[in-house]
């Protein structure tokens, strides 16, 4: 993920096709795929996908059944739209879905995201290699909560 890149040529799926808060997902990463391409998606397709951004969420039909995908987009929008800053919109987001990432171990691909995005975090240093020991299922297992299993965070 390239933070200095504008969206790559990538084309967000039409909408139309969809329907509900899956139509309400591409609608928004097609409104700014610019700001989507620079966000890291929290529901553990880096690994699962080999997406790189929440973007390619929305470039192939994985967003339909995601509700993380679909809300960090939804958010994206919203934010952007109250004139929020990039580096305001990336931490509002890692902040409210970094506990939903299903692997116990960060992936390459999120460690990137973490050195390239526009604020920093002083723990980032601390968690670097490997999180510390939790109920999450090990590094190559999702958790049952986590992208499409139908579970809702709160809305903002």
């Keep these: ?3 200095t890149a504008s969206a790559e040529t990538k084309e967000v799926l039409d909408p139309h096709q969809f329907f509900g808060q899956a139509k309400a997902g ?3 990463a097609q409104k700014v795929p610019e700001i989507c391409d620079k966000l ?3 529901c553990g397709c880096d690994r699962t996908d080999c997406h790189g951004s929440l973007l ?3 470039t192939s039909d994985h967003g339909v059944d995601c509700h993380i995908c679909q809300e960090e987009a939804l958010l994206a929008l919203k934010m952007h ?3 929020k800053s990039l580096a305001e919109i990336q931490k509002y987001i890692d902040k409210r879905y970094e506990h939903e990432y299903p692997f116990q171990v960060e992936s390459e691909t999120l460690k990137k995201y973490k050195a390239e995005r526009l604020w920093k975090d002083s723990s980032d240093k601390d968690k670097n290699k490997e999180k510390p020991s939790s ?3 090990e ?3 999702k958790k049952n909560s986590s992208c499409c299993s139908g579970k809702k965070s709160e809305s903002p």
């Design 81 to 83: 739209r109250k004139k």
């Design 1 to 3: 993920m390239n933070l």
């Design 26 to 28: 591409y609608v928004a």
């Design 135 to 137: 109920p999450k299922k």
């Design 40 to 42: 890291f998606c929290y």
């Design 139 to 141: 590094s190559g297992e």
């Design 56 to 58: 390619e969420c929305f």
